[in-house]
Structures are given as C-alpha cells and as structure tokens.
C-alpha cells in the first residue's frame, strides 16, 4: 500500500495504520518529510506530559497508573516509552511492556517503545516525530518517558507541555546533582514510593532547594508524593497536571511553549538534513574526503578541517 494511503487511513483513525506510519518515522524513511507534512495540520490539540528523572523511580508503573486515570476520565492516550537500548532487545523495554500490558487491548491507547539510539538528551531524534504522529491522530493526552539516565535528559522540556520530575525517598543525592539540570526543566516534582522512610525529608529537601530558586515562569512547582504501586496519589498528580496546564494556558505560556518548540523543530530539521548532506558530500568529493583523512591521521586538528570543509563548500562567512 502507498504510504499517502497509509497516512491517510491513519488519519481516519486506523490504529494499525498509525503503527505502520510510526515504524517509518522510526526507520527515518526518506517519505518521512512527506509524511510529516501530510499530518502537520491535524496536530497542536493533544497535551504532552514528559516523565523524567533518574533511573530506579518508578516511572512506568507512575505512567501505567496515570493512563488508567485518563482512561477512566475517557480521554484517549498515547505513550512513547523511550529506552537506551534496541526496542528489539528486551530489558527495560520488555518491562515496560509488562507494567502496561494491560492497555495493549484498549484501543484508547497507543503504547511505542522507542530507542534513544544515542541522543544524550534522553529522547531519540524521531521522538518529536512520533509525538506528532500521536497528535495527528487525536490522542488528548500524550506522555514521553525518558530513559532515565538522570541530568542529561534534558530536551524533554523542548518535547512537551508538562514535565514532571520523578525521584525517591533518600534522593538527597541526587536532588544534589539536579542544580544545573533536572531542577530547572520540573513543572511538576514527584516523590514516589512514598511509603519508604525518608519521604517527608525528600519533600522538604525540594520544597527547600525551591525556594531558593523560585521558577521564572511565575509557576509554583508542586511536590507531591506518589505511591504509584498501590495507586495512591495518581488522582493528586493528574489534578497538578490540569492545574499547571490552566495557568501555562491563562498567562499565554503554552502558546509560547508551542511556538518555541517548533522553533527548535525546525532548526533541528535543519541540522540534521544538513548533517547528513555534508556527509554525502565528505564522501564523495575527493577533496573533502582527504581532508577527512587528514583529521584522522592527526595532520589536521577537527576544527581547521571544518573551516577548510566549509570553505571548500563555499559557506563560510567570517
């Protein structure tokens, strides 16, 4: 089948379409521009959650919990859980799968797992893509889900509305290391597990640390806590999710957030295709390819060679 054909039976609302379509943004498929193109004017209206922080919170079970709640509130759902490894080799990836098995035969929600494939920030290139994708499809929530590799998972705030922070009772530590990462990018911080002993510390270890650096925006970041195994304090975090969605919605923050994201799509497309056209190009001109080789055998430091690619190319402008 044609893969217009496809994108527009996805449209129509064919869930199994709406995989196909996310398998070829995964694969950067060279229809993809076309694709995106073709849904780009059905997405903006779903609400995207990013649920982030280190590794060990409980963030798939919380995730698992809160789509049951959309569900019953009868909103559909879309999940993109992003894992650092193959989405073909198990390990978290396969845990996620069995936290959530359960809503595999709902068809109100959609559930990818997807690999980093090396994106620091914590979210695979195509992320952005298939969160489009979701949108386009009229899921009114969609919720990413960060590999949890800690402070370097942050471009989940140029991927959503609501970020919410997940720690742990004890996470003295790592509430340390989140000065200069984490702290800034929570809307929404959330303390799960909190039938472990030193909850109410960890509480007012943020509340403090908070106060301190009250956020920009205006908005007064919650903490709550959670006990997303036994279902406890799901309907609290969902409340906090409505409350920050109303004043990022009042004040004209969420516009501004949205504008701002496609901003950074669109200088991220750019990127990435020039990227790959200089690849292209290295590998295909003699000369550019023995500048490459120059670099690598330590005759020509990376950054002259580039300046003598790019003027080679004829795109420098000093």
């Known amino acids: 089948m044609d893969i217009m054909a496809v994108v527009d039976k996805m449209l129509a609302g064919d869930q199994a379409m709406l995989a196909k379509v996310i398998t070829r943004i995964e694969r950067e498929d060279g229809v993809v521009p076309e694709i995106m193109k073709r849904i780009y004017p059905r997405a903006g209206k779903a609400y995207t959650i990013g649920v982030t922080g280190p590794p060990g919170g409980g963030k798939s079970t919380l995730v698992d ?64 893509d298939v969160v489009t994708a979701l ?26 509305d609501t970020t919410l922070v997940i720690l742990i009772p004890g996470a003295g530590d790592a509430i340390q290391t989140m000065k200069a990462g984490l702290m800034e990018i929570a809307d929404i911080f959330v303390v799960n597990k909190a039938d472990q002993p030193g909850t109410e510390n960890t509480i007012n270890d943020l509340e403090s640390m908070l106060s301190l650096h009250p956020a920009a925006s205006g908005w007064d970041v919650p903490v709550i806590s959670t006990q997303a195994h036994n279902n406890i304090g799901i309907e609290d975090l969902f409340q906090q999710i409505e409350r920050h969605r109303t004043f990022l919605t009042e004040r004209g923050q969420l516009n501004a957030r949205r504008e701002q994201r496609r901003k950074n799509d669109f200088l991220m497309a750019i990127q990435d295709r020039a990227k790959r056209q200089l690849q292209k190009h290295i590998e295909r001109d ?30 420098l402008n000093e």
């Open 65 to 128: 919990k809160l789509v049951s709640l959309l569900r019953q509130k009868d909103f559909t759902v879309g999940v993109v859980a992003v894992d650092p490894t193959s989405p073909f080799s198990g390990g978290a990836i396969l845990g996620d799968r069995i936290r959530m098995q359960r809503h595999y035969l709902d068809e109100g929600v959609f559930i990818r797992s997807m690999a980093s494939r090396g994106s620091f920030g914590g979210l695979a290139m195509a992320t952005k």
């Open 286 to 315: 003699g000369e550019l390819s023995a500048i490459m080789e120059r670099v690598a055998r330590g005759e020509l430091d990376p950054h002259s060679g580039a300046i003598e690619v790019f003027n080679t190319l004829g795109l």
């Open 135 to 160: 949108d386009a499809f009229g899921k009114d929530f969609v919720i990413v889900e960060t590999v949890g590799v800690g402070q370097t998972e942050l471009d989940i705030i140029n991927r959503v």
